[in-house]
């Protein structure tokens, strides 16, 4: 740190103040721990892009306890800290769980609302990534651009727009949505 700061005070570039990027969140355990602790389903273990070994922040652990002892929780975390894990893990463990002691039934278990169809796009991105290898739980965005009749979805058209391979269990219409 000192040193830094010396070297970059000799520079004629740089001037202070400086902005440090270590995040002071403190670690938690992972959702394999978690898992090894029944407080996670198993079959969490199988879903795509979550590094089961990566320690989650304390914040993000208390809120996976917390919901699945049965607790509503409101979560209120700076920037880069992980909020989406905060909400979405546990949601996903209730899905999860709901599938593993037979509960198949057709129906929405959650719904996510987001201010602004850019944040809806981004999670919608990551919840590709999670759940493209877990087709038992479907998921859909349900914005001024989701197209009302699955007849209308041109597949080719939203690969191309969004760059990416669309996961069969992702519902791209209204009508699939409702």
Avoid: W
């Avoid at 520079?11 to 400086?18: E, K, N, T």
């Avoid at 990027?21 to 978690?34: N, V």
């Avoid at 999670?130 to 001024?144: C, H, K, R, V, W």
């Amino acid at each position: 740190g000192q040193q830094l700061h010396e070297q970059m005070d000799s520079l004629a570039l740089f001037h202070g103040p400086y902005l440090h990027t270590d995040l002071p969140f403190k670690k938690g355990k992972s959702a394999r721990e978690l898992v090894q602790e029944n407080i996670l389903s198993e079959s969490f273990l199988k879903l795509g892009d979550i590094q089961p070994d990566r320690k989650l922040y304390l914040h993000q652990e208390s809120a996976v306890r917390r919901a699945a002892a049965g607790h509503s929780l409101v979560v209120t975390t700076g920037t880069g800290s992980g909020q989406t894990e905060s909400s979405l893990y546990p949601v996903l463990n209730y899905i999860l769980s709901l599938i593993e002691n037979g509960n198949k039934g057709i129906g929405i278990k959650a719904i996510f609302l987001y201010p602004m169809n850019a944040l809806v796009n981004d999670q919608r991105s990551r919840l590709r990534k999670i759940l493209a290898d877990y087709p038992q739980i479907t998921f859909g965005s349900y914005t001024g651009d989701t197209v009302e009749r699955k007849k209308d979805v041109d597949l080719d058209k939203v690969r191309a727009e969004e760059g990416c391979d669309i996961p069969e269990n992702e519902l791209l219409s209204r009508e699939e949505i409702r």
